[in-house]
């Protein structure tokens, strides 16, 4: 398969980037923050989002959505990126719907895909328990009591995770964290008994949460997936997430260049035009370089997701290690290219800044994504 | 869709009867490949074997049309034959500037004649060909070249001396940029020119370089006579052919950066060892080659996805620069790390057991790879000027 987008791909990717220029600029993203917004994205934006069929783009029809692919959600996330939209897509359309796609039972599937693709609910997925992700590690129990179980532990950076109305929880059922056997995903409501929430505002001005759950009852119909044998399911539904986080990190390192590229063009000093300099131009060139190599990884693992997902972890590795490394120093040189008004929040650059650490950290670092893939080579 | 899953399970069926095991194996150094030409030399009878079975198919090289000899393969049958010479571990069966450069500038600046000539021989590996580019004093200001061309009616006379002339004492004929224009601005008079290297008045001189091999010579012209049915394009207009052929160069150059070789891991697992959880036992090193790797086989994507955007003309002119700049730079870092790898194993010199010293003498040879086909330095000048349209750039 080429590695481009093809002829309706590229129109969805030209529908995305006029609908999110639009209705959700970084303006947008400063409106949130600055009236501090509780809810941290605006609700009639996710309906908007419905209704262009980008909330259910990995849904099938039958479900209510828009039956695409990989590659047509990544082509959402990175104009996403690029506009720093804060918005449910990447926790409810990607993480929490591929959870019930690759997990869930035909009436889990049918109770929660169609809300999700219309826009009615925001479902979060919790995995991470400590500061660094890493899945094997998690510790929150889930014991079996009467007909169902009992949850009790604590996650972190669950984003979206104050706001959702379903949960989709990685628990342990059996063994010792560390080991990937005995891990269960549970669907869990965000309003049960026994779940409190702390919204965490986080330095990029997106959603993440604290959720603790203190012997939370669920039926055992709750399990998503089968029991004790849950990390094949979550590493599945993970790489999803981090292919389509790659991409957004794609968008936020391709604007954070093009707001800077402006800027060099524009700006003067010593009688020139500071991008008259070999010092920046050298710089530009390297960072474009480094940008490009990681658009063509991010594609790989989008279009290796569709094509034939069981040889898309190391691929994913490669793409998300990628963006996080390329898109962190679009965002370096952005604001030093920008010299005193990339400290200023006045100028956008530094909101780049803010997203790409963000995005950086969740679902695996570039240095998490490097050792899987030195993992998986054996070494 | 099914007519290549056809052409798939044919080309795996051919390759797995056709390839000797022992071109299923990395090659080793510079030296253990194939290059071809009148006198050949092959390290073992597979070499020769491979080489032209591959090149009675065409398959040296895949895309190039079949009246040429060549595979006469779309884009997407290319791909799966790489895909699947990959997978099988296959070696390429021919090294070749022919191949790499001359090649693609024939097809598009040769007449019919001069295509139905060179390019066959060329795809089968039986004459090897040099480049007469720089120039002692032409070298990243490459168009100040000087060597000229003068035209004596049926023949030109061409005197001069180009310098970093690869392997120009093996090879068989040359592809030769020379001044036919004395007078005009220095891109409007350079010509194309072919010709034998066994022709009266060619001398080569190998030069010794850091890494105590000499692939390079340098290359005098003393009155030698080419006939004038060897000028490729237009008299005076070969500056547009070398700088098409440059971004052909700049493409091989690139293609290092892949992982055609053997991957480092494999290399430092040898020399540093595991530990007792199946690590390497270097924590630090472990971190560097695994960020090398992940950035050799994003690399490689990059590089599919260029002859992508190639084939649908929505590629920038100047994105070889950065294909070249990038894959340099990934193979001196690969280098790097290699020795990094090897530890006290990898700097022994003369040894058998180190093969003569292969693993510090190609570690040196990368060093050049910033520096032919146009320095690192050049290269983000054309990106900075051309894709970026960074002012005065």
């Known amino acids: ?379 | 869709m099914a007519d290549l899953e056809t052409f798939r399970a044919e080309t795996r069926a051919w390759l797995e009867a056709n390839c000797p095991a022992e071109m299923r194996t990395p090659t080793e150094d510079e030296e253990d490949t194939v290059w071809g030409g009148r006198n050949p030399t092959f390290r073992n009878d597979a070499q020769r074997v491979w080489l032209e079975r591959m090149g009675a198919k065409g398959w040296t090289a895949p895309e190039w049309p079949a009246a040429y000899g060549g595979g006469g393969l779309s884009r997407d049958e290319a791909k799966i034959l790489a895909g699947e010479m990959r997978d099988l571990g296959c070696r390429s069966p021919l090294s070749s500037f022919g191949l790499w450069m001359l090649g693609p500038a024939l097809l598009k600046y040769g007449s019919e004649e001069q295509k139905k000539k060179y390019l066959p021989p060329i795809v089968r590996g039986e004459i090897r060909w040099c480049q007469g580019y720089s120039e002692p004093g032409a070298g990243s200001d490459l168009a100040s070249l000087q060597t000229r061309a003068e035209d004596r009616g049926d023949h030109f006379l061409v005197n001069g001396s180009k310098i970093w002339t690869s392997y120009a004492d093996k090879a068989d004929w040359i592809f030769c940029l020379v001044r036919t224009d004395p007078k005009a601005p220095k891109h409007e008079g350079i010509s194309f020119l072919l010709f034998d290297m066994a022709s009266p008045g060619v001398s080569t001189q190998p030069i010794l370089l850091i890494s105590g091999k000499s692939p390079f010579c340098q290359t005098f012209f003393d009155d030698v006579k080419v006939p004038k049915d060897q000028l490729v394009g237009i008299p005076n207009k070969g500056w547009e052919i070398a700088k098409y052929l440059l971004t052909h160069e700049r493409n091989s150059i690139s293609s290092m950066g892949g992982r055609a070789h053997r991957p480092v891991h494999e290399v430092a697992a040898a020399h540093v060892g595991l530990n007792d959880q199946g690590l390497l036992d270097d924590n630090l090193l472990r971190g560097q080659i695994a960020r090398l790797e992940v950035d050799e086989i994003a690399f490689e994507f990059a590089m599919e996805r260029a002859g992508d955007m190639a084939k649908r003309g929505e590629i920038h002119g100047a994105y070889s620069s950065l294909l070249k700049y990038y894959g340099s730079e990934l193979n001196k870092r690969r280098h790097e790390t290699l020795m990094a790898s090897g530890g006290s194993d990898a700097l022994e010199w003369e040894s058998d057991r180190s093969e003569h010293g292969a693993a510090p003498r190609a570690w040196l040879r990368t060093k050049a790879n910033s520096i032919e086909g146009g320095t690192s330095e050049v290269q983000l000048n054309i990106l900075a000027k051309r894709i970026l349209e960074l002012p005065g750039a």
Do not use: C
Not at chain 1, 131 to 149: C, M, S
Not at chain 1, 184 to 204: C, K
């Open chain 1, 1 to 379: 398969m080429a590695l481009v987008l093809n002829d309706e791909q590229t129109m969805l990717r030209d529908t995305a980037r006029s609908f999110l220029a639009s209705e959700a600029p970084v303006a947008a993203l400063r409106q949130l923050r600055d009236a501090n917004v509780a809810d941290g994205f605006s609700r009639e934006l996710w309906k908007q989002f419905a209704g262009m069929g980008f909330a259910g783009v990995l849904i099938p029809e039958d479900f209510g959505g828009v039956g695409l692919g990989h590659v047509e959600a990544g082509v959402v996330a990175e104009e996403i990126g690029r506009n720093l939209a804060a918005t449910p897509f990447l926790s409810t359309a990607v993480l929490t719907a591929s959870a019930l796609l690759n997990g869930g039972s035909d009436a889990q599937k049918a109770a929660w895909l169609p809300k999700i693709a219309g826009g009615e609910i925001i479902g979060a997925l919790a995995v991470d328990e400590g500061a660094k992700h890493r899945p094997e590690k998690t510790a929150l129990q889930a014991t079996r009591t009467g007909n169902g179980f009992t949850l009790n532990g604590a996650k972190t950076f669950v984003v979206d995770g104050h706001v959702a109305d379903l949960l989709v929880v990685a628990a342990r059922t059996s063994g010792q964290p560390g080991e990937t056997q005995g891990l269960t995903l549970f669907l869990v409501a965000g309003d049960a008994g026994g779940v409190s929430r702390e919204r965490t505002v986080m330095v990029d001005a997106h959603n993440a949460a604290r959720v603790n759950f203190d012997n939370v009852q669920v039926d055992a119909d709750a399990a998503l997936g089968p029991v004790d044998g849950g990390y094949e399911l979550l590493e599945r539904v993970l790489n999803v997430g981090r292919a389509v986080l790659a991409a957004e990190l794609s968008g936020v390192g391709g604007q954070a260049f093009d707001i800077a590229q402006a800027y060099v063009k524009e700006r003067s000093q010593f009688g020139r035009i500071i991008g008259e300099f070999q010092a920046l131009q050298h710089r530009s060139a390297h960072l474009f370089s480094e940008l490009e190599v990681t658009r063509a990884a991010v594609i790989k693992a989008l279009q290796t997701l569709d094509a034939s997902p069981e040889k898309a972890a190391t691929i994913v590795a490669v793409a998300k290690a990628r963006a996080g490394a390329s898109t962190e120093l679009a965002v370096q040189e952005g604001v030093q290219m920008h010299g005193g008004n990339g400290m200023t929040d006045a100028f956008d650059i530094g909101l780049y800044m803010k997203r790409a650490r963000v995005a950086q950290e969740l679902l695996g670092d570039s240095n998490f994504h490097a050792d899987r893939l030195a993992r998986a080579n054996g070494y």
